[in-house]
């Protein structure tokens, strides 16, 4: 892949995952990762290089996924945020 591919909301198994990040994908965590705890392996499962982190619905905040991705990551929601800036600034080039 020479132009990084970011798949929005996932929700998909651990097997999946790997596979995507294996093959130069991005994977974006969302509303699911509140409502399936299912996915907390599999978020666990991803490098923190290679995750964002997003919410496109009013019934889950931005802050709810914040905290509770630091949360199963073992990191402060600051330190999370500079993670994901720091794979903003990888993906984007800025």
């Not at 998909?12 to 991005?26: L, R, S």
């Not at 982190?53 to 914040?66: A, F, M, N, P, S």
């Not at 990551?73 to 999370?80: H, M, Q």
Request: glycine share 6%; aromatic share 12%.
């Amino acid at each position: 892949i020479t132009v990084p591919i970011i798949l929005h909301g996932f929700s998909k198994n651990e097997p999946t995952a790997k596979q995507m990040i294996d093959n130069g994908f991005y994977l974006s965590f969302g509303k699911y990762l509140l409502r399936n705890p299912e996915l907390k392996q599999v978020f666990l499962s991803v490098p923190n290089d290679r995750f964002f982190l997003e919410t496109d619905t009013i019934e889950e905040t931005l802050e709810g996924v914040y905290t509770l991705a630091a949360h199963y990551k073992g990191l402060t929601v600051e330190a999370l945020q500079k993670q994901v800036g720091t794979n903003w600034d990888t993906v984007f080039k800025t």
